[in-house]
């Protein structure tokens, strides 16, 4: 089978870290995987699309906001079997976006978004890998990252 579900190769997802006033701005997933699990804005990144393009394009669309692309925070990979074999396999690549605007609103497959402190975000409902990102947070703040470095895009 071919695409996210049981793949034959890994999906490369990206997750959106955004800052303001010592808060994170997470989405309540509206759709599966983990369907009313708070998390970062993310999702996956699509054939052509630079990892920043991704970002940007999945802040927009989950909560309205625009900004930049700072650099990786954190990368992480989900595997999960079940009785067919392994059901998602996902590479996760998380950025720190400087955001230009603040104002979130839920949208794509979220369905509600909001700013949580790390403490108040660790209490929600996560997922493991979103769990270990926010504990990471709490324990090195927002400017622990690796810079970011445009893709290289070659054209015949």
Known sequence: ?????????????????????????LI??????????????GGVQEA???LEEAAL???????????????VVWVDEV???????????YII???LVKPFNIEARAG?????VGWFTVDEAL???????????LLFLRENGFSKILPYTRAVILND
Not at 123 to 133: P, Q, V, W
């Open 48 to 50: 052509g699309e630079t």
């Open 28 to 41: 309540k997933r509206g759709n599966e995987p983990y369907c009313g699990y708070w998390s970062v804005p």
């Open 93 to 95: 690549i998380d950025v």
């Open 123 to 133: 209490k929600l409902k996560t997922t493991d890998t979103m769990r270990k990102l």
């Open 108 to 112: 794509g497959d979220a369905v509600d």
């Open 79 to 89: 595997i999960e079997y079940d009785g067919a074999g392994i059901k998602y396999h």
């Open 1 to 25: 089978m071919v695409g996210r579900l049981y793949p034959r190769h890994p999906v490369v997802g990206v997750g959106v870290v955004v800052s303001y006033n010592n808060k994170i701005l």
């Open 57 to 71: 394009r999945e802040l927009r669309e989950e909560a309205g906001i625009e900004g930049r692309v700072e650099g």
